[in-house]
């Protein structure tokens, strides 16, 4: 089966010379939906990953004590607090009108798997057809009636047991098997698909692309969750699914490699985001 490896190039085909007068908006308005009573970590580190991968805005709608705890964490970060304690139906309006205007959508992180949040996602995401990065707890929801996201420009990030939760299938540490496992996936709902491992393989049903950079220690909570507001950031950009797939992986991956050499087993995911422009740095700087 043919598939190449995931190299710094691709970097520079999405990170170019900023033209003299460019201005907000220019390199994407994110949406980052997740959260609870709960949680709260998981949206704030999709936002922070997202802006250090140069995404020129984000907007975090969470249930009002995430969102309170949130904004508390960094000026930059600017929340839409909802009046509940976990998403549900009641909020669909509410949401659907915060993503008018936004050019990517990262949902799933923190929202637990209660019944009223999969009803949630799935009713959202039946509505919106702009490209989204589906994690966590979303990737659950969706599990249950694919047929809503076939054919969007959706990419899905799941570890091996959230990619059972999806396909059915079990995978192992077999590379072929995961990639035949995932380019079949891929191929029959038109999707792109990033199943997290040691390696990462990487589909959108017709390419296959494998992505080896990343260390052992990148085991911590929190992880995935950069990984996907990388994503996010590039996606918003209009950078196609597969391609920003590939490079969101890579630049993840190579953060937490140049994180681990800092902090060995102390790393955490925060570590990850600081080192973010480290990596963009070597194709592009100001």
């Known amino acids: 089966m043919s598939y190449r490896f995931v190299s710094e190039k691709i970097l520079k085909n999405i990170y170019r010379e900023r033209r003299d007068w460019c201005r ?4 994407g308005n994110l949406l980052v939906i997740g959260g609870s009573k709960i949680y709260s970590g998981s949206p704030t580190f999709n936002a922070l990953a997202a802006y250090r991968s140069g995404v020129d805005l984000v907007t975090i709608v969470a249930p009002k004590r995430a969102a309170d705890i949130i904004a508390s964490f960094k000026p930059d970060l600017i929340t839409y607090p909802l009046d509940c304690d976990y998403f549900s139906i009641k909020n669909l309006d509410e949401v659907l009108e915060l993503t008018k205007n936004k050019t990517a959508i990262v949902i799933g992180g923190g929202m637990t798997r209660r019944e009223e949040v999969f009803e949630f996602v799935l009713e959202y995401l039946k509505n919106v057809n702009i490209p989204c990065v589906i994690d966590a707890d979303a990737i659950h929801a969706v599990s249950k009636n694919l047929e809503i996201i076939s054919g969007k ?7 091996s047991y959230e990619f059972f939760v999806l396909s059915g299938k079990r995978v192992g540490e077999n590379l072929e098997e995961r990639i035949n496992f995932v380019k079949e996936f891929c191929k ?3 999707l792109t698909v990033i199943l997290k491992g040691q390696i990462d393989v990487i589909s959108d049903g017709q390419k296959i692309a494998l992505n080896k950079t990343g260390c052992k220690v990148m085991t911590k909570g929190g992880m995935g969750d950069t990984l996907a507001g990388i994503l996010g950031a590039i996606l918003a950009r209009k950078v196609d699914c597969f391609t920003a797939a590939c490079a969101a992986a890579y630049i993840n991956g190579k953060a937490g490699e140049l994180a681990a050499k800092k902090y060995s087993e102390g790393i955490m995911a925060s570590d990850i985001i600081e080192e973010i422009p480290n990596v963009i740095k070597k194709v592009i700087k100001y």
Request: charged residues 20%.
């Open 24 to 27: 907000k908006y220019d390199f």
């Open 153 to 159: 420009n959706f990419v899905l990030t799941p570890h």
């Open 188 to 190: 029959n709902y038109k």
